[in-house]
């Protein structure tokens, strides 16, 4: 086709557009296929459930063996008969000098946990024993000859001890607690009032807010 056959020039649909991708008539393309899947979010899923698992489990291990630890060497809370003071805890108190040979304890009492060093009081068939570890002299081993009056601050409460106030002929005064649970303070004072020979008749006052311990 030249300039010849339209001396006018060519009609406005006489040379077709060039086919180019996107122009003219559409050209199908496939959608590209979706990126995969890592499976990052399953992953860090489980890690975390595992984790928690395993914290857990630790947990619960760990409990068991400290029920278990404090079922062994673990202190009663009240006053107990010397026949149930653990031979572990008679090895403390013969290791802090509290015991005579073949001497005999009747009523003990500890609030510490685990260790006497937090506080021992107990009656035995010689003397009257008080020791803390942390009191500026920890030990007071006393003759009962030396005990002339008491007095006892009971308390209703069963978190809360009964204080002792033990008075001696020099005119020191000792001061200590005693679980009043399962009456376990009055069980202590009458085994030390009937040791005691120059003892007075005991104060005994209910309800009442204990002193500083010694």
């Known amino acids: 086709m030249s300039q010849q056959d339209y001396p006018h020039g060519p009609p406005p649909n006489a040379y077709p557009p060039p086919q180019y991708p996107g122009y003219g008539s559409p ?10 899947t890592s499976g990052g979010g399953s992953k860090l899923l489980l890690i975390l459930l595992g984790s928690i698992l395993g ?23 009240a006053v107990v008969p010397g026949a149930q003071v653990s031979t572990h805890h008679l090895s403390q108190l013969r290791s802090a000098g509290l015991l005579q040979p ?13 260790n006497v060093d937090g506080g021992a009081y107990f009656v035995t068939d010689r003397h009257l024993v008080l020791y803390n570890k942390q009191w500026s002299k920890p030990r007071h081993i006393i003759t009962f000859d030396k005990i002339t009056s008491i007095e006892v601050d009971r308390s209703s409460s069963f978190f809360l001890d009964s204080t002792f106030a033990v008075h001696l002929e ?7 607690p005693v679980s009043a649970e399962g009456n376990g303070d009055m069980r202590f004072l009458r085994a030390i009032e009937e040791r005691a020979p120059n003892l007075e008749s005991p104060t005994v006052r209910e309800d009442s807010i204990g002193r500083e311990f010694e």
């Open 27 to 36: 050209v199908y393309q496939q959608p590209p296929p979706p990126p995969p």
């Open 55 to 77: 914290i857990c489990v630790l947990c619960c291990v760990g409990g068991v063996a400290g029920v278990f630890y404090l079922e062994q060497r673990g202190l009663e809370t």
């Open 102 to 114: 073949g001497e005999e304890i009747l009523h003990f009492y500890s609030p510490a946990i685990v």
């Open 170 to 176: 020099d005119g020191t005064v000792h001061t200590f």
